[in-house]
Antibody, heavy 115, light 108 residues
Framework: EVQLVESGGGLVQPGGSLRLSCAAS????????MNWVRQAPGKGLEWVAY????????YYADSVKGRFTISRDNANSSLYLQMNTLRAEDTAVYYC????????WGQGTLVTVSS | DIQMTQSPFSLSASIGDTVTITCRAS??????LNWYQQKPGKAPKLLIY???SLQSGVPSRFSGSASGTDFTLTISSVQPEDFATYYC??????????FGQGTRLEIK
């Protein structure tokens, strides 16, 4: 059974940093491209970042470019999102999702940016 | 960037009705269009990929179609568990796997 489990969310002050993790199981992680998608409270879905199966190519939404870094560890079936210089508008539930048609999603982890 | 315009913003339906949700792309995306269902507090679920292919395990009352840059999600004979928010998403152009604004399906 395919499973994606996010962790690392929490409360952080504006300007702070946070690192999200996504642990994958039930499939050959190294063969699949992965994404981060977020959803602000009461709002719609926003794609955040993409990474190819072997670590490249990498793409970001304009809203996070230069502040967020997506990476992966295929040996440990894990996906990461390093988030720096966080802003209030980054407050959202962050999901990891597989493929470009996001066929599997994690349960999400809440990031709250507030002083 | 490709814009995805989804309509209506919300709609009301009764059990057994057939409902249609539309998504229009700002430029050609071939058939790289996916539909998701999201219930409150849950992650989205893939229903339709490549405009008209039914994801495994999804009931056959869900269907998708395409005509140029216009895409349609149809739910035939709406069931109680179908009341949710639906999103379209283009997976044609990187970067930017753009989502539509969402359509909330409510019970009448």
């Amino acid at each position: 059974e395919v499973q994606l489990v996010e962790s690392g969310g929490g409360l952080v002050q504006p300007g702070g940093s946070l690192r999200l993790s996504c642990a994958a199981s039930g499939f050959t992680f190294s063969s699949y491209e992965m994404n981060w998608v977020r959803q602000a409270p009461g709002k719609g879905l926003e794609w955040v970042a993409y990474i190819g199966s072997d670590g490249g190519p990498i793409y970001y939404a304009d809203s996070v470019k230069g502040r967020f870094t997506i990476s992966r560890d295929n040996a440990n079936s894990s996906l990461y999102l390093q988030m720096n210089t966080l802003r209030a508008e980054d407050t959202a539930v962050y999901y990891c999702a597989r493929l470009r048609a996001f066929d599997y999603w994690g349960q999400g982890t809440l990031v709250t940016v507030s002083s | 960037d490709i814009q995805m315009t989804q309509s209506p913003f919300s709609l009301s339906a009764s059990i057994g009705d057939t409902v249609t949700i539309t998504c229009r792309a700002s430029q050609s995306i071939s058939t790289f269009l996916n539909w998701y269902q999201q219930k409150p507090g849950k992650a989205p679920k893939l229903l339709i990929y490549a405009a008209s292919s039914l994801q495994s395990g999804v009931p056959s009352r869900f269907s998708g179609s395409a005509s140029g840059t216009d895409f349609t999600l149809t739910i035939s004979s709406v069931q109680p568990e179908d009341f949710a928010t639906y999103y379209c998403q283009q997976s044609y152009i990187t970067p930017g796997f753009t989502f539509g604004q969402g359509t909330r399906l409510e019970i009448k």
